[in-house]
């Protein structure tokens, strides 16, 4: 079955310091992987996508994230956070013919001044 | 302009009422989907049109209806509200023959109540 996994419900993290939100995917196919970003009171916005060529993917807003097809994993990564960070983050999975995208439950992140 | 609009952005009725979301969309896409968000939840996908004589069922439809008015316009209708229906709803579109992996581009959502 397909499916995508955010183990992580909550992180809070220091303003400055490191991120990364797990991700792992149940995907039959070759996987495209998807990270969208819901800031409170905006719709999902489009960080990063991956489909194909180097795992290593760069997105919007100094975000990247690898692609580790052995691990099943599309972990989100951000060196140094910013308060404007704090949000809710969506990983999701699709096919390159699929007929829709398969979210996860999302993680929230709150930044520590 | 907002590529993908909802109207109303938020609203409360009353169990029973019938209720319509709609969406709208300037980016030419032919696909278009309604989305539920619910806390812990993530997104379910309600239902999906790939075009204006397409319409799929989601993951939960049950208790929603929609209407694919024309290329740019998709409707989603609750007949008799319940309480758990009340959630966030998104709208959102995608171009199969645009960007691989059919990235969606979503509207800023419909917050409703039911009491």
């Known amino acids: 079955a397909q499916s995508v996994t955010q183990p992580d419900i909550h992180?809070?993290?220091?303003?400055?310091?490191?991120?990364?939100?797990r991700c792992n995917y149940s995907y039959g196919a070759t996987p495209?992987?998807?990270?969208?970003?819901?800031?409170?009171?905006?719709?999902?916005?489009?960080?990063?996508?991956?489909?194909?060529?180097?795992t290593l993917v760069q997105g919007i807003k100094g975000f990247e994230a690898e692609f580790k097809r052995s691990q099943s994993s599309f972990n989100l990564r951000k060196p140094s956070v910013h308060w404007?960070?704090?949000?809710?983050?969506?990983?999701?999975?699709?096919?390159?013919?699929?007929?829709?995208?398969?979210?996860?439950?999302?993680?929230?992140?709150?930044?520590?001044? | 302009?907002?590529?993908?609009?909802?109207t109303p952005r938020n609203r409360i009725t009353k169990t029973g009422k019938r209720i319509m979301l709609e969406c709208s969309q300037t980016k030419g896409h032919d696909r278009m989907y309604w989305y539920r968000q619910d806390p812990g939840l993530g997104?379910?996908?309600?239902?999906?049109?790939f075009d204006v004589k397409d319409i799929n069922k989601g993951e939960i439809s049950d208790g929603y209806s929609v209407s694919r008015q024309a290329q740019a316009k998709f409707s989603l209708s609750l007949e008799s509200?319940?309480?758990?229906?009340?959630?966030?709803?998104?709208?959102?579109?995608?171009d199969p023959n645009g960007t691989p992996g059919d990235e969606q581009y979503f509207g800023p959502g419909t917050r409703l109540t039911v009491t």
């Open chain 2, 1 to 6: 302009d907002a590529d993908v609009t909802q």
């Open chain 2, 43 to 49: 997104l379910r996908l309600i239902y999906y049109s």
């Open chain 1, 11 to 21: 992180i809070t993290v220091s303003e400055g310091a490191s991120l990364e939100l």
């Open chain 1, 84 to 113: 404007s960070d704090a949000a809710e983050y969506f990983c999701a999975v699709g096919g390159s013919s699929a007929s829709k995208i398969i979210f996860g439950s999302g993680t929230r992140l709150s930044i520590r001044p």
């Open chain 2, 81 to 94: 509200a319940i309480p758990n229906q009340t959630a966030l709803y998104f709208c959102a579109t995608s």
């Open chain 1, 32 to 54: 495209y992987l998807f990270w969208y970003v819901q800031s409170p009171g905006q719709g999902l916005q489009l960080l990063l996508k991956y489909f194909s060529g180097d």
